[in-house]
């Protein structure tokens, strides 16, 4: 079982950048495929990106693609969502996933994932 915590969020202009941070706490995230998803005040979870654990696949939902990068640092048990341009419609909580995965799995679908962050708040002004 991994714990999962992210941290990063903060309060920035339209067309700023921030890092989040998804560390497994307490153990580490080999064996792991890891995702980021988001949810906006009153609508429902979206997939962000995702990432496999070997092999460096990555997968990205069309609403950000070009702007965030997902990436895994295996020494530091970390993954990194880099958000940059970023919109105010990016507004939302965002939330870090992992499962247990073969080397070159990616998930996009929440439900697929079994361990959650508690999520860390990204807000965009305008």
């Known amino acids: 079982q991994v714990h999962v915590v992210e941290s990063g969020g903060g309060l920035v202009q339209a067309g700023a950048s921030l890092r989040l941070s998804c560390a497994a706490s307490?153990?580490?995230?080999?064996?792991?495929?890891v995702g980021w998803f988001r949810q906006a005040p009153g609508k429902e979870r979206e997939f962000v990106a995702a990432?496999?654990?070997?092999?460096?696949?990555?997968a990205y939902a069309d609403s950000v693609k070009g702007r965030f990068t997902i990436s895994r640092d295996t020494a530091k048990n970390t993954v990194y969502l880099q958000l940059d341009s970023l919109k105010p419609e990016d507004t939302a909580v965002y939330y870090c996933a992992a499962r247990k995965s073969g080397y070159y799995q990616l998930y996009m679908d929440g439900a697929e994932y079994d361990y959650w962050g508690q999520g860390t708040q990204v807000t965009v002004s305008s």
């Open positions: 307490g153990g580490t995230f080999s064996g792991y495929a």
């Open positions: 990432i496999s654990w070997r092999g460096g696949y990555t």
